[in-house]
């Protein structure tokens, strides 16, 4: 890439300290101001990439530190018992369970994302078929790979017929009529993700649930980017299934465990392909034939991978008091991030940068990308390196083509504050107008979500 | 059950103190000594269930910590490239293949075992049926349980034909002749646990391989109770396909995740039905269209749980100095002691313990299991309830059938002493004694592998 020279007096102003100012304030007020002290953050950093990895809560170190040293090294086997390792799924699935809005006894929590989803989306197009005789599966051409290429090994698997359609990528606005368009009378499943890991764009759930529905389709709903981050009610939106991840909005730790929810209606029909013992009507009776258990033990498979649930559980834990739901909370502060990110941006750097997620708050979930245009159009790796290297941590993704830049921003409201928003801006707009960012190249290996 | 009163003059007299002095001895010249300060093992315990859940490795406690505090909390996205996290899979595939009689590269560590062996047991079957026509899947009624319910799984998945034949459980040594007489031209896949979970007897695997090879039919082996505990050496035998556990004799903490491995003439064939980002050819490179990575890397599908598999690389680390195969040492050991384990009991509680295990030692792993008879007959659970209390922790299994009690030993050569050994018996035998074990039920949520 040809080195260029930025033309800085074409650039806007940086941030003023009057606006800093406010931020202070909107902190000094902000009723969800503690929980940040729930967290461990490193100095320096401003952390606004909790949509992939989220961020260390304080309590997840000593309990990492029990579940070795005195629940593995001093009770031993006697654990999975005593220190109740083999109640963890069910147990961690019901501490999870009002974020989703999901009952107790009705959420795993087990294996990964992937893995999860090959579960649900073998059980959902059996039981499609069985009812319906169909066997399409529709998707989105831009949902998160790893869904489409599960889909892909599922469609395979079951054969006879079996395929994924995918709705081809469009503007955010135009996206639900797409898909509506899509559901004609061959298609058994909708697998969607609630809000698009690029774009940040959210789906009305309950109403494309409601519309598949009408044309007898089943829909399983991706939570991966929502968890945590925007309030979800599975059974509001009359859902069939949903799946996702545990080390994003839940901060349950790097591979954290996944989890997976299917309606009651659907449960006793959920006999899933990966049929381990875990899964089992009496996992340690070690009889021969595979026996489902009655209710939300037979969404699992092998043995829980214990430290890294013990982790997930106290991710869970640091966005709760006691039983109250706090998604709503969480929700209006996540807007009022957004929005003031947004509104920043484009005040001081709308020349460079071109707003990619929904502007309308209701359709968006906790997370701002912008194109790369103008002074970094194509330079969009290289500006995320050097915002990086000044301690703005947010990501890059490729966009819909090749040569679209996306700079993404994730904003965790447990964790963030105002002034970060504002600080953040302040270094986006300065290192915009620097253009000291011209040697980095993206490399593949280098981006996870 | 009615109580029971043990008549003490005709049970044998405890073991004696010049045999412990023996066993001191035995110790002091050990030269796998030092391996036990590597483990931190509970004060007045005697750990006899090593093989179903290893004991903590001193080294973990930092290490796991080290990854929560600074990998995560403090590099936090970053760690994925500099912690080397993404590469764990593979690097930890890497530290086990020599345990395997595997090269590096070929051994992936992810996902659970019974999940690895629908990935294997899948592929295995679709490449013996792309080749042969064949679609039957053969394995013994008294495999490990998961085994044959994810088998059941697969083989309902595929369909169109394919099913699975068990052979009927019989005495172990005639164990081979029945699997040998079942291969007959319709059989695709034969999948075999190398060491039985309940009773430690051992598979010829080379041999077994052999014969299958020669009537065309692929070979899995479950190396759960084998990997760390005997020496396997997957390329000697020509194995097709392998999957084994890491919290077991690998030391890998509760619910470690899993590996698999194939042989490399089956891995371009390797296409697996999760096909998850991880097994992709460039995972991050978010393009449509699953495409499987060229090596090891496809046997993965989500993202990999970090901590647990943090505790898995310390686990298989405290196996080794350097890079010289610590099997042939640690199996000797392990020889060493289930025979003095099977002298002593056979000496001092023969009346009422019938060894379950091979007496040959070349035809067991590293456990040893009795049935229990006469004065303790079907009562084996109260039995070992009764050791567990007085610091002795082996672990209870039913047999093949429901009035068969099996009371299982494992003998981890790396953290047991032969004074253990004999101060085991020594309890044993007085236990057996007292008769002071007639309450307990046996709760099958009780018991874990």
Known sequence: MPSQTVRHDALPTPPSSAARAHCVDL???DPLAALRE?????????????????????????????????????DLIESWNSAGWIAAPRRVGDALAPLIGARFGEVAVADSTSVNLFKVLTV???????????????????????????AEGVVE??????????????ASDARAAAIVAALDPSVAVLMLTHVNYRSGAMHDMKRLTRIAHESGVLVIWDLAHSVGAVPVDLHDADADFAIGCGYKYLNGGPGAPAFLWAHPRHVERFRQPLSGWMGHAAP??????????????????????????AALECGIASLKDGDANPMRGLRAKSIAMTALFIELVEAHCGDAMLLATPRDPALRGSQVSFHARGAIAGRGYAVMQALIDRGVVGDFRKGATDDEDILRFGFTPA??????????????????????????????RAAVT
């Not at 197009?125 to 599966?137: P, Q, S, Y």
């Not at 054969?159 to 469009?170: C, F």
């Not at 340690?284 to 649930?309: E, H, K, N, W």
Request: hydrophobic share 40%.
């Open 415 to 444: 964790y963030l504050r105002y002034v970060d928003v504002f600080d953040a801006v302040t270094t986006i707009a300065d290192v915009v107008a620097s253009g000291s960012f011209r040697d980095a190249r993206f490399d593949v």
């Open 157 to 170: 698997q079951c054969g006879d017929g079996a395929a994924l359609k995918l709705v081809p990528a469009t």
């Open 27 to 29: 902190d000094e007020h």
């Open 284 to 309: 340690f009776a070690f009889v021969s034939g595979y026996q489902p258990a009655t209710g939300v033990d037979r969404f699992l498979c092998g043995t829980p991978p214990i430290l890294s649930m």
């Open 38 to 74: 729930r967290f461990s953050l490193p100095d320096g950093t401003i952390y606004l990439d909790g949509n992939s990895l989220g961020a260390l809560p304080r309590a997840t170190a000593a309990r990492v530190a029990d579940v070795v040293t005195r629940e593995w090294g001093q």
């Open 124 to 150: 959902a197009l059996r039981i499609a078929h069985e009812d319906t005789g169909r066997k399409l599966v529709v998707s989105e051409a831009d949902n998160f790979p790893t869904d489409l290429y599960i």
